[in-house]
C-alpha cells in the first residue's frame, strides 16, 4: 500500500526550511519511496554528462534534485501563502476533495 502524501505532482509549493527556503515552484515528480519531490527551480545540481545522443557536446547540466516532502508546505490558491492542506468528503460527487485549511477553499 502506498502512502498518503500531502503533496501531489502538479502542485504549487513553498520550500520552509534550508537552503531554498522562501522559494515556490511547481512539483513536477514525486517519489513516494524516498517521501521526496522534485520542484521547478528548487534544489538546483549541476550534473557533468558525457556526449549521447540527446547532447552531443556533453558537459555539465544543470537540473532540481529531489527535495524532502516534510520541506515543503502547499501554496493557498486563494491568498498565496502556505497552507496546510485537509481532506473532505464532497457528497455531489462521492470523492475525497482537498482543501486549504487556511481559507478553506478546494485545491485542484
Known amino acids: 500500500m502506498q502512502k498518503k502524501l500531502h503533496i501531489k505532482k502538479g502542485d504549487t509549493v513553498v ?36 556526449p549521447n545522443a540527446q547532447n552531443p557536446q556533453g558537459g555539465i547540466i544543470e537540473q532540481e534534485a529531489p527535495i524532502h516532502i516534510s520541506n515543503l508546505m502547499l501554496v493557498d490558491p486563494k491568498s498565496g501563502e502556505r497552507t496546510r492542506i485537509g481532506r473532505k468528503m464532497d457528497e455531489s460527487k462521492g470523492k475525497l476533495i482537498r482543501y486549504s485549511k487556511k481559507s478553506g477553499e478546494e485545491i485542484k
Do not use: W
Open 15 to 50: 520550500v520552509i526550511t534550508g537552503n531554498y527556503r522562501g522559494q515556490k515552484g511547481r512539483v513536477l515528480e514525486v517519489i513516494r519511496k524516498n517521501d521526496r519531490a522534485i520542484v521547478e527551480g528548487v534544489n538546483l545540481i549541476k550534473k557533468h554528462t558525457k
